[in-house]
């Protein structure tokens, strides 16, 4: 279960992705990733998904991001032979 702050965050996160940063970043940043940190809009890329963690936690440390992999609808793909 995820606690009501942090479901607040993703989903402040993802709208702006949507709104703001999908159509900026797309065409030369597929496949990087992007935290988000909602609260001032502030985004960070990065080539893996630690790297962008760390920038934006660097940026600020006491608020929570959310990342996700640019072009893409999850930041992870898990899955199995079928």
């Known amino acids: 279960m995820v606690a009501a702050e942090t479901s607040a965050v993703i989903e402040r996160a993802k ?12 065409p030369q940043h597929r496949g990087r990733f992007v935290a988000i940190e909602p609260e001032s809009g502030d985004y960070f890329l990065g ?3 630690d790297e962008a963690v760390r920038a934006a936690r660097g940026r600020h440390p006491d608020r929570l991001s959310h990342t996700v992999r640019v072009g893409h609808r999850a930041a992870f793909h898990m899955g199995g032979l079928q």
């Not at 709208?15 to 797309?26: D, F, G, K, P």
């Open 47 to 49: 080539d893996t998904f």
């Open 15 to 26: 709208r702006i992705y949507a709104e703001q940063l999908q159509a900026v970043l797309e």
